[in-house]
């Protein structure tokens, strides 16, 4: 008798299972990150081709944060406002690709309990060049009435109150890796099948790493305790914990989610010109910071938990450091030279 595959979990059938987990669940969370899947499964198909449809090039107008928006970009973000919108289980959104906030405001969105933030196309200048690219997205629930339409106040929450968080990378395989409070798991796209297929479960980040990511170009901006890092991580001293190896894709999906998986550290620090650093809080630091605490790691702004800062505006950006525990208490003893 022919030997039937391994059964593996879809993504569907995992989201279902943790529901049973939990006897007071709706389903609406279970439902939002399928939609959201189903987003990433439309995205990964033009992503695939870009290079062979006329998708590429810039869609000729700048974003919000004074970047050329690229048609990849524009196409993702209406994939994940689409889905969401006409989904059951989000109330608004808040894109890093648009200015102000999405209020869903027809009977039924009202009536979710949850918001959605996300980054539609994280890395989109790499697609030109055939580097892998992310979706990341974070979900909470609303603070204002289920019922009424949702407001700023919905938004402006901090990660600590994160409900699930995740993303995509578009790469030599799709893979969507998801946190709830109950872990951090990943599943990998079966084309064959069109479904995310449960391929790393309970992910966790290894305590110590020998990886850094850092662009060195930013070298002559930073403080004098992110340079003592820096020579730590090159120093053949190894009572200093180094040397490490610096590996820096510069697409933060695919930089993070390696450091998770093999341990290390990611950092994008404020420089002199720019000492709130380019990262946004929102939608991709709160995100990843969530993800990575959640399978043992650590994320901050140089000085505070970034889970813990209270997001003031939309877009605003902050330094950011993730990763091992071990690397992350190096790093802030150096940085404590800089008090
Ligand atoms: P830099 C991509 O544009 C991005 O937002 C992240 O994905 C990435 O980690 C970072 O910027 C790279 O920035 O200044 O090193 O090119």
Redesign the pocket.
Known sequence: MALTNRQVLTLDEFTIREMRAFPKATGELAGLLRDIGLAAKRVNVEVNKAGLVDILGDAGHMNVQG?EVKKLDEFANEQMVGVLRHGISCAGIASEELDDIVVFDDEISKQSKYICMF?PL?????IDVNVS??TIFSVYRRTTPVGTAVTIDDFLQPGNRIVAAGYVIYGSSTILVYATKRGVNGFTLDPSIGEFCLSHPDVKCPEKGKIYSI?H??YYGFSEGMKEYVERCQTKDKSKGGPYTQR?????????HRNLIKGGI?M?PGTTDKPEG???LLY?CNPFAYIIERAGGKATDGHMRILDKVPGRLHERTPFFIGSNSMMAELEECLSMDK
């Not at 994280?122 to 790499?126: F, H, I, L, T, V």
């Not at 820096?248 to 993070?256: A, K, L, N, P, Q």
């Open positions: 970047e980054d994280d890395g989109s200048s790499n690219i992310g662009n170009g930013n820096y894709i510069g697409s933060m999906v695919s930089d993070v990611f994008y380019k990262l946004r991709e």
